[in-house]
């Protein structure tokens, strides 16, 4: 079984076990808790994002080695995500870029990480050929996920 469909399995079963578990925050402290461990993860992500951007906009040279460090970084954080994203935070008054829709659209929110993790293990795939070309446009298509994410599912700035 190839990385990608393994990566498919695993990510079904998370979002399929973090379906189940979902809940709401307990108290204004457990969901405070909840936002800056959440906001933490996306730190992690925005880190590994931030040299492949550059590579895309061909501000750093492409770096397959580099491409494939972050990719597998940013696959690993995104099946963490359905775990950090389940606690309902959105009864509580917490400062929090994150809309409401995360838990009231759910299914949709759940496929957008979905095409993250496939996309970050596209790109690790990638990144392995050494073809300049596909690394770069697998790159563009991990930004689009992260990217399409903010704009349904994060407060604008």
């Known amino acids: 079984m190839n990385l990608i469909n393994k990566s498919l399995v ?19 402290k457990h969901a405070q808790q909840v936002v800056e461990f959440r906001e933490s993860l996306y730190k992690l992500l925005a880190s590994n994002m931030a040299p492949l951007g550059a590579m895309a906009k061909g501000q750093i040279p492409l770096d397959s080695a580099v491409a494939e460090k972050h990719a597998a970084r940013i696959y690993q954080l995104s099946l963490m995500m359905p775990d950090y994203l389940r606690t309902d935070t959105s009864m509580f008054k917490v400062k929090t870029e994150a809309l409401p829709k995360i838990w009231q659209e759910s299914d949709k929110f759940k496929q957008a990480m979905e095409r993250l993790t496939k996309n970050a293990a596209n790109l690790q795939q990638v990144a392995k050929s050494g073809d300049k070309t596909a690394l770069k446009k697998a790159i563009v298509a991990v930004g689009k996920s992260c990217g399409g994410c903010h704009d349904d599912f994060k407060e604008e700035d």
């Open 10 to 28: 695993v990510l079904a079963l998370t979002v399929a076990a973090t379906h189940v578990l979902a809940e709401p925050a307990k108290s204004l």
